[in-house]
């Protein structure tokens, strides 16, 4: 533990908070309570990092500038005047050289709880600017320099085993598709991330080189090569670092780095090249498995021979998951429970097949024999292992990762012995019973879903969920995306207000993989309706409510306030609902038109959400006199019917209502307290 004062380790921590602090300043007040701790060579990586930040910012591009010209364009990127774009396009552009138009746009920030924040994702690759192409005119095609090894590299291989070795070796996950959500969902997917393990065979290759201190030279020099074939992720930049650092150590005699000490150095070196990488979540993966490798391992006491090498692995699986957990819940919603008895499978088979990878680059198809059946066994274990339960979980506060790792302190205090275990169980229980603490009570809120053109709204009622609507087809693993990240395990009660397919469309994915209680439909519904079969055959329990129809969900209750008759027009025969929340109420007016709207007998709600998108025929004058609500919820997107319409954003504004649209806000939510 020692180590962890070591000035490498505290420049790595000074740059961390350097680069947190050009967005978060409270990382700084953080560096300054370590500051007595670890001294000068934290404050040092602190300012350098957070000096780079300041004097060499990512430059932005000019949003809503028009361009047109030739531009070459690879992995979905290109340049222009010398700074990176990522391009927008349908379909998807292969790699080339393009004849462009289209205009430049900011990257768009998370829309949706559990969604992709692209505009993070880009920062951390230091690109501020999308090119949204309009038309694309192809040119030329453009070389490939990873193609000869990748032809090299499949020579007689299978397809899929060709997929797999590409991953291994050479970091190229595109072909993969189904294999890789497996690799996911079994805990190996960081198997196919080139890093570490490449590293340590390419670099001990290089020194069984019977060249003394010049082998450490030339494997020194193998980095940025390799760096080149494989691109530069962020944990191969990372290994690249930490070995390269103690190579030249070893080369000049000065002896190896030590695993923390090295990879604080990395860290710090990576951040003051580009500040905003500590946004990649590949970044973050990297350095927190290996510190938890670092800070586990050397402390156990492990039995000599097969036995002490399998409890080795194992307990390697286990530090690594340990210290990834949360991050991996935060961002996937879900942790495999079988993954380290499937990585000490899994381990093996790639010790043996990234040597031979790199051998059949050499010797093409000569080594098929033995790599063919290997990358077999692979697949089939990730398929295997894919089939074991889940531990989900929705998105994690910062508050709650701090909890988690105070609670893990002191199990790593007992470890290294300076602490007694049975203290630790104790100190380790705080952390736990303040986390169940903060679970205990549960939020009264209403979120309106960014699913573009269409409705999707999640009420959480004190212990119980309501989903009403869900989009279009396309969005539905956005909207499970939202429920897993809110936490969301099961639905007490689904409902489609509309049969429409921006209404009931994202629900058919909905209903295959959230548990549904019971679900409401729109009389509007034949009886026959894709949804209706799709309930059927989930043995979910349905009703087609009408007007006066009320259930008790959680703390609250859901009121049907029409229709009262079927008229035979779907937006006529739209289900309204009232939900009461205990302390305030919301009031979901589907589709319907005006002449609905005069019939509901309503009185005043905080919540309302507009009918139909925004469009002129509902969301009258009269209903707005007499709900009076605080705040308007707009389901919108791009659409050709100009919703919202002016008129009815003129009279929202005329009442004082505030108005929150999904297609300018994204993800909006009203929350209202707590239930205890």
Known sequence: MRSLASPGVALGLGGLLGALGLSHPWALS?????????????????VLVLLQGLLFPLPEPPHGLRLEGSFAVRGGFTLWEGEPLRLKAFPPLADGVYRLRGYLAPPEPKRNPGGFDEKAWLLSRGVRGVFHVERAVPLAPLPDPQGPFRERLGQGLSPPSREVLEGLVLGDKEGLEEAYAAFQKAGLAHLLAVSGLHVGFLVGAAALLPLGRWRYLIALA???VYLLLAGPSPSLVRASLMAGLSLLGLFLGLGGAGVLQGLGLALFLQLLLRPEAWLSLGLQLSYLAVLGLALVLPALRLPPGPRGHLLGGLAASLAAQAFLAPLLLHRFGFLPLLAPLANL????????????????????????????????????????AAQGPLLRWGEIAPVGFALYYLGLLPFLLALHRKLPWRRAFLLATLPVLASLFAAWPKPLDLWALDVGHGDALL??????????????????ETVVRALRALGVEALELLVATHPDADHYGGLLRVVEEVPVGLALLSPAFPRDHPLVEALKARGVPFRFPGAGSELAVGRGRVRALWP???????NQDGLVLLLDFGRARALLLADVPEAVERELAVGPVEVLKVSHHGSR????????????????LIGVGANPFGHPHPEVLKR??????????TDRMGAVRVFFGYAW
Do not use: C, N
Request: glycine share 12%; proline share 7%; charged share 15%.
């Open 30 to 46: 953080l560096a300054l309570l370590l500051l007595p701790w670890y001294r000068l060579p934290l404050a040092l990586g602190a």
């Open 222 to 224: 193998l980095l940025p």
């Open 345 to 384: 499978l899994a381990l093996p088979l790639v010790a043996l097949l990234v040597p031979l990878g790199f051998l059949k680059l050499l010797l093409g198809g000569l080594l098929v024999p033995l790599v063919e059946p290997l990358a077999q066994g692979l697949l089939f274990l990730a398929g295997i």
């Open 459 to 476: 009420a959480r009622m004190g212990g119980a969920e309501v989903l009403v609507d869900g989009g279009r087809a396309e969005k539905g």
């Open 564 to 570: 009262k008759a079927l008229s035979g027009e779907d």
């Open 617 to 632: 025929t509902g969301t009258s004058e009269a209903l707005l006199a007499r709900a009076r609500p605080q705040v308007a």
């Open 652 to 661: 929202l504004k005329a009442h004082g209502v505030q108005v929150a649209r």
